[in-house]
């Protein structure tokens, strides 16, 4: 089954997306982004409110999350690591690669996935932009 991965990101005028494994700003001014980000990946499309979201993530931005907040609420945690050989504690799922995330949802966990979202870090943004078809059209 094909699925739309929608990505999100917050960058820096310069680019930077990160500082020394967190995230480069003061975490009390991004209130209204957390907001933003737990709406836009938590909300499922109508209909799918049985199912829950995936988010899909580096092993850094894994960590990065403060503890008490992993696994992200509400939603399939994947990691993504060539490294780990299970999964870090909290979290649903580890894969070895994006399409092995990907043809996880084509199993049993993708009955119960709506929306995939990938959350960073910067390889999996570089992964998916290389691989993009900009003529690709949704199904
Ligand atoms: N501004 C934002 O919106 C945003 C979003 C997310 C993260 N961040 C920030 O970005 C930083 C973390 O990002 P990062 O780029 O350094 O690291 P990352 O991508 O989160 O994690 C890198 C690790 O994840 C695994 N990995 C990543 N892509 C993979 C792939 N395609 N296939 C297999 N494994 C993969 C590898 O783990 P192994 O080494 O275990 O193999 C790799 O070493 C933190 O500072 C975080 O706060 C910012």
Redesign the pocket.
């Given at each position: 089954m094909s699925r739309v991965l929608n990505c999100?990101?917050?960058?820096?005028p310069d680019g930077?997306?990160?500082?020394?494994?967190?995230?480069?700003w003061h975490p009390t001014r991004l209130n209204n982004e957390f907001k933003h980000?737990r709406r836009l990946t938590v909300t499922r499309t109508p209909g799918a409110e049985d199912k829950q979201n995936v988010v899909i993530?580096?092993?850094?931005?894994?960590?990065?999350i403060p503890e008490k907040n992993r696994p992200l609420n509400d939603r399939i945690n994947i990691?993504?690591?060539?490294?780990?050989e299970a999964p870090p504690s909290g979290a649903h799922h580890l894969?070895?690669?994006?399409p092995s995330a990907l043809r996880l949802l084509d199993g049993p966990e993708g009955l119960l996935a709506d929306q995939v979202w990938l959350?960073?870090?910067?390889?999996?943004?570089s992964?998916v932009v290389r691989h993009a078809d900009p003529k690709a059209v949704p199904e």
């Open positions: 999100i990101v917050a960058v820096c930077g997306i990160g500082y020394k494994g967190d995230l480069p980000f993530m580096g092993r850094k931005t894994w960590n990065s990691v993504l690591s060539r490294q780990l894969a070895r690669d994006l959350i960073g870090g910067s390889s999996m943004y992964e």
